[in-house]
């Protein structure tokens, strides 16, 4: 569905808003889904002009998908504004400092290079801190153009992930999936991806660590930086292609990574006109899974947790926005956690955590920050010393909403406890 029918298709019947996650801080017409469709449609039309109002109100939506969800008719709300930034990315360009992390996302071996600086200056911008109720993490000293004064976020890890490993983990195995290890677990939380090293053993899976990935582009197409996107998912299409001739799939240990590659790069190649790509990447996405739906697919698994001690810990989850809506995914973690874990939910565990992106995290931190403090008061609500959730962007602004709340609860990957009980 183009653009113009999405935005002639909606009939305003107003079930989205109740679930649209701006509007619930910010509860004007022009900042729901139906509003966010007239303004669109408006500014095709020629009825609207792209200035800097509208540009606020467009990049205002966190993409959640909560209204894709609900809407009668399917409606990709997200797709839509998605265009629209890439129309706002070309009349206003984007903030250098956004280009600069974009940059480096799309170029592994800068990134390499700008990590390893990065662990080793940290402690200029951040002051460090370790375990005062939550994860290891750095707060930074003075307000920068990416992060603000105050705001929690995860450490530098001294080496990446991938540079820690050899290429392929030979685990005695019938069979091989690939690992699509994502950026955030293999600069910062490298522990996730152990972790999905260390099931993989326990089931005799042999992993490929698929070095020749490059980032899913999910940050510069929610930025609107199409140029970037294209390049990136034209080489990871090819890549995976060749790869999964001999692999049985590819897991990701991230919602957003997982959701990028199996659902919208199919959307993207449709955006530029590109039905061939989009073919291709609508063939090769039943072999792109989230991580614990795939090892959850593993009956054995579940027999090994079960066979293993249970915990004296309660753990509530969040479903990322990308995993649950997206994927469908959020009843194959819960089983695996259920084994070892005391599960108690919290009272909307389907709630955006409000990360939003590079320009919410930037440009609209004090909204970003507002959803998450409701995230945090729910895992406050619900008695439980962990929250998990399968997404890495949700463990960072959970984290630093927590930390801001003074809760304690602490953030645990699902895929690190799940190591962590077959190991008792």
Request: glycine letters at 6%.
């Amino acid at each position: 569905m183009n653009l113009g029918q999405i935005t002639d298709s909606c009939v305003k019947c107003g079930k989205c808003i109740p679930s649209c996650t701006i509007h619930e801080i910010n509860p004007d017409e022009s900042t729901s889904p139906r509003g966010f469709l007239d303004l669109i449609a408006a500014y095709k039309e020629g009825n609207l002009e792209l200035d800097k109002d509208a540009k606020r109100v467009f990049e205002s939506c966190f993409l959640c998908t909560n209204c894709v969800e609900v809407c009668p008719a399917n409606l990709r709300v997200d797709n839509a504004i998605e265009e629209v930034r890439y129309d706002i990315a070309k009349k206003f360009g984007i903030a250098w400092y956004k280009k600069i992390l974009l940059f480096f996302l799309r170029h592994r071996r800068a990134l390499d290079w700008a990590a390893r600086l990065g662990f080793v200056f940290q402690s200029c911008a951040f002051s460090v801190q370790r375990g005062s109720g939550q994860n290891a993490g750095m707060r930074a000293k003075f307000s920068l153009p990416l992060v603000k004064k105050g705001r929690l976020i995860t450490s530098f890890s001294q080496k990446s992930f991938l540079n820690s490993h050899a290429s392929f983990v030979d685990n005695g195995g019938e069979k091989s999936v690939g690992l699509f290890v994502g950026c955030l677990s293999n600069y910062f939380y490298t522990d996730t991806a152990g972790a999905v090293l260390d099931i993989a053993k326990a089931l005799k899976i042999n992993v490929d660590l698929m070095r020749g990935q490059v980032c899913c582009a999910a940050p510069h197409f929610f930025t609107g930086d199409f140029k970037s996107v294209e390049a990136l998912a034209v080489k990871n299409l090819a890549y995976f292609e060749e790869k999964l001739l001999n692999l049985e799939c590819v897991i990701v240990p991230e919602a957003t990574c997982s959701a990028m590659l199996g659902v919208d790069l199919e959307h993207f190649f449709m955006m530029i006109k590109r039905p061939d790509l989009a073919a291709r990447a609508k063939k090769i996405a039943p072999k792109i899974k989230l991580a614990t739906a795939y090892f959850h697919e593993q009956k054995e698994l579940l027999e090994l947790l079960r066979a293993r001690k249970k915990q004296n810990l309660s753990l509530t989850y969040h479903d990322p926005c990308h995993a649950r809506k997206m994927q469908g995914v959020f009843r194959e973690p819960r089983e695996l956690l259920g084994a070892n874990f005391t599960l108690k939910e919290m009272r909307n565990p389907n709630a955006c955590c409000g990360f939003g992106g590079v320009s919410m995290q930037s440009d609209y931190y004090d909204k970003a920050l507002s959803v998450g403090l409701k995230k945090a008061e729910m895992i406050d609500e619900s008695g439980a010393e962990l929250v998990s959730a399968e997404c890495s962007a949700c463990r960072l602004q959970i984290s630093n909403a927590l930390e801001q709340n003074q809760s304690r609860a602490i953030f645990k990957h699902p895929l690190e406890l799940i190591a962590r009980a077959l190991k008792q």
